[in-house]
């Protein structure tokens, strides 16, 4: 059935379009009983105001969206309700788009975000080459945060982790535990997180130890299949040059390389240790507990709503900000085992 019209309320109540208006917007300015009568015929009719068109016709929307790499992973599910408080404590709603790693897909998550004029995005890129999408939306005053990256420029707030410290605290943990042939399961690496982490690895294996050897297994994506394959690549090489230890770009590549490895009668940390990336909830709770860099997951979401929120109600006068924390290395059974 068709909603009522505002015009159908105005002629329904015996008052013009203006007095309806005031009535749904500025209620003290009309008289009490005209008010009423308005109001009267709003229920009588069914009438529900299209909050939507009038928010877009004032040039402020009251939907923010946040565009992830992965909506399965969990470390975006907790960047996410982190957002979604302060957004909603704002009077705003959050809604999420997935790019799945998959630049075509972001950049038309992108259009139809500024054709619906959102009142602000935050976004996760796939890759660094954004820069035109993001620079239309600025146009169009639509504020941008990028979240878990930093923006490398002063004209867009960011929010993110040292993810080169956090390479550097995985691969420093394992040297320390006695392996010296170690890899990195993680990508693609046009993902700026996948190569920050594994530079960080790198830098540390090279200041620390110049005869240890880091081997790189690349996987098209983020995930637990991701890591699974990255572990098969691993344990087709000899015993001999196979590496002894492996650093994930993230939790699901780790549960990954878990799974595989125990499936083929691998013990870990016996013969292969792990370590992860994120600190999900999983990581904890696996069939052996995975030691992982950790993120403050729900922190990030909730720093780069705040910062969105400033912008889109400072204006000019909004001084942006680059936000980067610290990541933690939690040591789990996975890789809590010295090699003599």
Same mark, same amino acid.
């Given at each position: 059935?068709?909603?009522?019209?505002?015009?159908?309320?105005?002629?329904?109540?015996?008052?013009?379009?203006?007095?309806?208006?005031?009535?749904?917007?500025?209620?003290?300015?009309?008289?009490?009983?005209?008010?009423?009568?308005?109001?009267?015929?709003?229920?009588?009719?069914?009438?529900?105001?299209?909050?939507?068109?009038?928010?877009?016709?004032?040039?402020?929307?009251?939907?923010?969206?946040?565009?992830?790499?992965?909506?399965?992973?969990?470390?975006?599910?907790?960047?996410?309700?982190?957002?979604?408080?302060?957004?909603?404590?704002?009077?705003?709603?959050?809604?999420?788009?997935?790019?799945?790693?998959?630049?075509?897909?972001?950049?038309?998550?992108?259009?139809?975000?500024?054709?619906?004029?959102?009142?602000?995005?935050?976004?996760?890129?796939?890759?660094?080459?954004?820069?035109?999408?993001?620079?239309?939306?600025?146009?169009?005053?639509?504020?941008?945060?990028?979240?878990?990256?930093?923006?490398?420029?002063?004209?867009?707030?960011?929010?993110?982790?040292?993810?080169?410290? &956090? +390479? $550097?605290? =995985?691969? #420093?943990? %394992? /040297?320390?535990?006695?392996?010296?042939?170690?890899?990195? !399961?993680?990508?693609?690496?046009?993902?700026?997180?996948?190569?920050?982490?594994?530079?960080?690895?790198?830098?540390?294996?090279?200041?620390?130890?110049?005869?240890?050897?880091?081997?790189?297994?690349?996987?098209?994506?983020?995930?637990?299949? &991701? +890591? $699974?394959? =990255?572990? #098969?690549? %691993? /344990?087709?090489?000899?015993?001999?040059?196979?590496?002894? !230890?492996?650093?994930?770009?993230?939790?699901?590549?780790?549960?990954?390389?878990?799974?595989?490895?125990?499936?083929?009668?691998?013990?870990?940390?016996?013969?292969?240790?792990?370590?992860?990336?994120?600190?999900?909830?999983?990581?904890?709770?696996?069939?052996?507990?995975?030691?992982?860099?950790?993120?403050?997951?729900?922190?990030?979401?909730?720093?780069? !709503?705040?910062?969105?929120?400033?912008?889109?109600?400072?204006?000019?006068?909004?001084?942006?900000?680059?936000?980067?924390?610290?990541?933690?290395?939690?040591?789990?059974?996975?890789?809590?085992?010295?090699?003599?």
């Amino acid at each position: 059935m068709a909603t009522a019209s505002i015009k159908e309320v105005a002629r329904h109540a015996g008052v013009s379009l203006g007095t309806v208006s005031n009535v749904l917007n500025r209620p003290n300015t009309v008289a009490p009983a005209t008010r009423q009568r308005v109001l009267d015929a709003i229920a009588e009719l069914g009438y529900v105001r299209n909050d939507s068109a009038r928010q877009l016709r004032a040039g402020q929307s009251r939907t923010v969206a946040i565009v992830v790499l992965d909506v399965a992973n969990p470390f975006f599910t907790d960047v996410v309700h982190g957002a979604e408080q302060v957004i909603e404590e704002a009077g705003a709603m959050l809604i999420v788009c997935n790019s799945g790693e998959d630049s075509a897909r972001e950049r038309r998550h992108l259009e139809l975000l500024e054709e619906q004029r959102v009142r602000g995005v935050l976004i996760t890129p796939v890759a660094h080459g954004l820069q035109p999408n993001l620079e239309r939306l600025h146009s169009r005053g639509i504020p941008v945060v990028l979240v878990d990256r930093g923006s490398g420029q002063a004209s867009r707030c960011s929010v993110a982790v040292d993810d080169l410290l &956090g +390479g $550097r605290l =995985a691969m #420093e943990h %394992l /040297l320390d535990q006695g392996h010296r042939r170690i890899a990195y !399961a993680g990508g693609p690496f046009s993902i700026p997180q996948v190569a920050d982490r594994h530079a960080g690895a790198a830098a540390a294996l090279s200041e620390r130890d110049g005869d240890a050897e880091l081997r790189v297994a690349t996987t098209s994506s983020l995930t637990v299949g &991701g +890591g $699974r394959r =990255a572990a #098969e690549e %691993l /344990l087709a090489l000899p015993a001999g040059p196979r590496p002894t !230890a492996v650093i994930c770009a993230n939790d699901l590549i780790a549960l990954g390389v878990l799974q595989q490895l125990t499936e083929r009668g691998l013990r870990v940390p016996d013969d292969v240790a792990i370590v992860g990336y994120d600190d999900i909830e999983f990581a904890g709770a696996a069939a052996v507990p995975l030691s992982s860099v950790r993120q403050p997951r729900e922190q990030l979401g909730r720093t780069a !709503a705040l910062l969105l929120l400033e912008e889109a109600e400072g204006g000019l006068a909004h001084r942006h900000r680059h936000v980067v924390f610290q990541p933690e290395l939690v040591v789990r059974r996975s890789s809590d085992h010295r090699r003599d």
